[in-house]
């Protein structure tokens, strides 16, 4: 459990970490996926609703805190990326028995791309 928020370029933008592990999935399994506006705005959608998991708590609070907005800085924290595509992300998916490549942070159960980014897993 680090305090990793950055994203690949340095900045705060945890959803960048994320962005980039989809695209390499996409890529490794060879998804017919292409980007398009509504594909984009599900995306968004399914992560906005992801960011609100209890689990998610520390990880916004640092964003206030490093902000500047709050002097109480948040207990150590599992970031969104390392949660969701870590441990226990690559099992056989809870609806369809695919190979899951993503990890619910509010079931905590396993879900292939589809299941879960296509169809926007709630649960």
Not at 25 to 51: E, G, N, P, T
Not at 105 to 113: D, G, L, Q, S
Request: with cysteine.
């Amino acid at each position: 459990m680090a305090n990793s928020v950055l994203g690949g370029d340095g900045e705060i933008g945890e959803p960048t970490g994320i962005q980039k592990r989809l695209k390499s999935i996409i890529l490794a399994k060879k998804i017919d996926y292409r980007v398009s506006q509504r594909a984009l705005l599900k995306f968004v959608s399914q992560l906005h609703w992801c960011m609100g998991a209890d689990r998610f708590k520390g990880f916004v609070s640092y964003g206030f805190y490093k902000g500047g907005f709050t002097t109480t800085k948040p207990a150590p924290f599992e970031s969104p990326k390392d949660y969701m595509f870590g441990s226990g992300s690559m099992a056989a998916c809870d609806n369809c028995s695919s190979l899951s490549c993503t990890k619910c942070p509010r079931c905590e159960k396993p879900h292939c791309f589809d299941c879960f980014w296509n169809k926007l897993h709630r649960c």
